[in-house]
Nanobody
Framework: QVQLVESGGGLVQDGGSLRLSCAVSGRSISNFDMGWFRQAPGKEREFVAA????????YYGEFMKGRFTISRDNAKNTVHLQMNSLRPEDAAVHYCAAHAGADWLPRRPYAYEYWGQGTQVTVSS
């Protein structure tokens, strides 16, 4: 059974940084394309970043470019999201997701088969 567990969320001041991690168990992470999404109260789930299985291809949401960096460590079955220059509008529950199939649409939540429970990110102004 594949499980994804996020960690690293918390409270940070405007302009601060956080590093989220997602640990995958039950199957090697090298079998998955990985993504991060976020959802604020009353809003739709929003694409944050994604990374292909080998780590050579990365994708970012329009408002994340230059501030966030996604990376993966296949040896440790973990994917990370480094978030810098955080703003109050970045506050949301952040979810890790995994895609195991052949065709992959990295920015689409429905493309992912497995999801974590989420970790809360709060940014104070």
């Amino acid at each position: 059974q594949v499980q994804l567990v996020e960690s690293g969320g918390g409270l940070v001041q405007d302009g601060g940084s956080l590093r989220l991690s997602c640990a995958v168990s039950g199957r090697s992470i090298s079998n998955f394309d990985m993504g991060w999404f976020r959802q604020a109260p009353g809003k739709e789930r929003e694409f944050v970043a994604a990374i292909g299985r080998s780590g050579s291809k990365t994708y970012y949401g329009e408002f994340m470019k230059g501030r966030f960096t996604i990376s993966r460590d296949n040896a440790k079955n973990t994917v990370h999201l480094q978030m810098n220059s955080l703003r109050p509008e970045d506050a949301a529950v952040h979810y890790c997701a995994a895609h195991a199939g052949a065709d992959w649409l990295p920015r689409r939540p429905y493309a992912y088969e497995y999801w974590g429970q989420g970790t809360q990110v709060t940014v104070s102004s």
